[in-house]
């Protein structure tokens, strides 16, 4: 009975660990879950709103690891050391008696839903539409396209990367739009005879996120900065290899476009030099687990 009663203690407390750490990894994710409920829901300006919790967010991460850890301790010690026959006994008795909510199955649900959520922002991505062709672009001349750099408040993760980049994507005349929450920064490439700088401004700020500062520059006068490396790679099979190595790299400073084919076997990259080397490139994709070969790379 004292051993029954034990079992029933610790089942209890194993599950209120398991919704506590599933509590606290959706509370962890919260800022990087918010902005794809932002782009479903279709309500533009909550995106940002829970990016003030992005600092605690590792100490959240820490605590829904620990607490999770508890709850499996629970559930896996024995209740009490017995012998023979009797330990038999008690075991059958106690799985017999535990609900769904007490058992072990439940409990494995709850860490996987819990590393799922703690897990998002290196998949957040794959919420929003791929836009390759951007908008309306008029007949102008070249004098038209001008180069945009933003700086931006409230960006934590891809995920809001991705919701910025998805907003001014929408606008007609936007041809490129590279977003980084690192740098805190957005580079939109336009045609200013169809949208105004005013227009792009409007849309950041429309997603929750705050331009704090913007530069605009003839395209002309920047395009010539940029260098573009083809680097043929081994491993990738399909389109999941593309997006795992396409994350990987845009993460860099200094990369301004990526673009991966498995099909062809080689991601394309334009960037920086001034900002991030060729090499810490290839390092950045061979860490993926993919491997460039390096005597094929075209410059």
């Not at 820490?62 to 010690?77: E, H, M, N, P, S």
């Not at 687990?289 to 410059?299: F, H, L, M, S």
Request: charged share 20%; glycine share 8%.
């Amino acid at each position: 009975m004292n051993t029954s009663n034990q079992h029933s203690k610790q089942s209890t407390m194993s599950t209120k660990s398991a919704g506590a750490g599933l509590l606290a990894a959706i509370v962890a994710s919260l800022c990087c879950i918010t902005p794809v409920i932002s782009l479903l829901a279709g309500i533009g300006g909550i995106a940002a709103t829970f990016s003030w919790m992005e600092p605690f967010r590792p100490y959240l991460i820490v605590l829904t690891i620990g607490v999770l850890a508890f709850a499996w301790y629970q559930k896996l010690k024995p209740s009490k050391k017995l012998s023979g026959q009797e330990e038999i006994d008690c075991a059958c008795e106690t799985d017999e008696e535990s609900s769904f909510w007490q058992s072990k199955k439940f409990l494995g649900i709850v860490t996987v839903f819990a590393a799922l959520m703690l897990a998002f922002p290196t998949y957040s991505h794959i919420f929003y539409p791929k836009n390759d062709s951007i908008g309306v672009i008029g007949d102008n001349d070249q004098t038209q396209i001008k180069l945009a750099d933003f700086k931006i408040k409230g960006m934590t993760c891809t995920g809001c990367e991705e919701h910025v980049k998805h907003a001014v994507s929408s606008l007609n005349g936007v041809q490129v739009v590279s977003v980084s929450y690192k740098d805190a920064s957005a580079q939109v490439k336009y045609d200013a005879s169809i949208v105004g700088l005013d227009k792009i401004t409007e849309a950041i700020n429309g997603t929750g996120y705050t331009v704090s500062d913007s530069k605009v520059s003839d395209w002309r006068a920047q395009s010539d900065i940029f260098q573009t490396i083809e680097l043929p790679g081994k491993g990738m099979t399909c389109s999941g290899c593309e997006s795992h190595v396409t994350h990987a790299v845009g993460e860099l400073a200094g990369v301004k476009e990526v673009k991966t084919s498995y099909e062809k076997g080689n991601a394309i990259v334009k960037y920086d030099p001034d900002k991030v080397e060729k090499d810490k490139i290839i390092e950045t994709i061979n860490k993926t687990g993919y491997k460039v070969v390096e005597n094929k790379i075209k410059e």
